[in-house]
């Protein structure tokens, strides 16, 4: 059993790899939700969204989110009526909210509707909302105070500056039924190419995530997001810098340090990774640019394979 932790556009290319080289009935993956959201009245889970489209072979490959092949035209009707269209939800997208906030307002969990919207769409793989309870990334900024992911991110094209990120409700919130559990008895863990700041941190805010990370006896591998010094797309430099997190694969190690063993990076940080390597944590150089099916798969199964010739050595080590 493979448990995956993710969020974003990188972590659903890098779901996209692993259902194509590991049967979705070992996959299960626990998403970020502090980037939700309510909208024209409905619930919307964006990466939770994300991850079920791409295990049903439902996801957009051009645009990275919402359903292949959409049509937008409430998106245009609502503008003509006045409401707000900055968050751009497509027409088979939002049959997906209507029915999430209908089962909600029906007394089911997130958990539950996300588990029921996931079986209707024909997926194996076991999707976990982090957490049942509301919990928001809030993103303070010096010119339009604090925002919403979403506000900082989609409407505001992550322009303004960041002084600082927080994760609002996480304290008092409990991990989703399962995601415990389902870190502790993995084989592997993987933490997908997702925004260390805000698709993975909000997972590791929840009271019990990081604890089952320690303690868990799975290898635990990581892959940046970062290369040569710069993030593969979105705010993620910018919002590790606001975190005081340094913009390279030693800032993505120092945001897991206390659970990682394995991190992943791309050839471009060779000369990075040596340094790293002193610190005692293991680094694995390989291509992960993921443009292409062929190179998700490809890195899906470098990760893989990674961490089984590590085990394999260890114990060889052993014996």
């Not at 932790?5 to 970020?32: M, P, S, Y």
Request: charged share 20%; net charge negative.
């Amino acid at each position: 059993m493979i448990t995956v932790l993710t969020g974003g556009t990188g972590g659903a290319k890098f779901v996209d790899g692993l259902r194509q080289v590991v049967a979705q009935e070992e996959l299960t993956i626990i998403v970020n939700t502090g980037d939700d959201l309510l909208w024209w009245g409905l619930y919307v889970s964006p990466d939770v969204d994300s991850i079920t489209y791409v295990l049903a072979g439902l996801l957009s490959k051009e645009r990275g989110w919402g359903v292949k092949g959409d049509t937008f035209q409430c998106l245009q009707a609502m503008g003509q009526l006045g409401q707000p269209i900055w968050f751009h939800t497509g027409d088979r997208d939002l049959a997906v909210h209507l029915v999430r906030s209908q089962l909600l307002a029906h007394g089911m969990t997130l958990s539950q509707a996300t588990a029921e919207i996931a079986s209707k769409l024909g997926v194996a793989a076991r999707i976990l909302p982090m957490s049942d309870s509301r919990v928001e990334t809030r993103v303070m900024t010096p010119t339009a105070g604090e925002l919403s992911f979403e506000e900082y991110f989609v409407q505001r094209w992550f322009q303004d500056p960041v002084e600082s990120v927080r994760f609002a409700g996480a304290a008092d919130a409990e991990p989703a039924p399962g995601a415990v559990e389902a870190i502790q008895q993995a084989k592997l863990v993987l933490i997908a190419p997702s925004n260390p700041v805000t698709s993975i941190g909000p997972i590791l805010a929840i009271p019990g995530v990081r604890k089952a990370l320690l303690e868990s006896k799975a290898r635990v591998a990581a892959v940046s997001p970062i290369i040569a010094g710069a993030a593969v797309s979105g705010p993620a430099g910018i919002l590790m810098s606001a975190q005081g997190l340094p913009v390279s694969i030693a800032g993505v190690a120092r945001a897991y340090a206390d659970f990682l063993d394995v991190l992943i990076v791309d050839n471009r940080d060779a000369r990075n990774a040596e340094e790293l390597r002193k610190s005692g944590l293991r680094v694995h150089c390989t291509h992960t640019v993921m443009r292409s099916s062929l190179d998700k798969m490809t890195l899906a199964k470098a990760v893989l394979d990674c961490v089984s010739a590590q085990d394999s050595s260890a114990r060889s080590a052993t014996e």
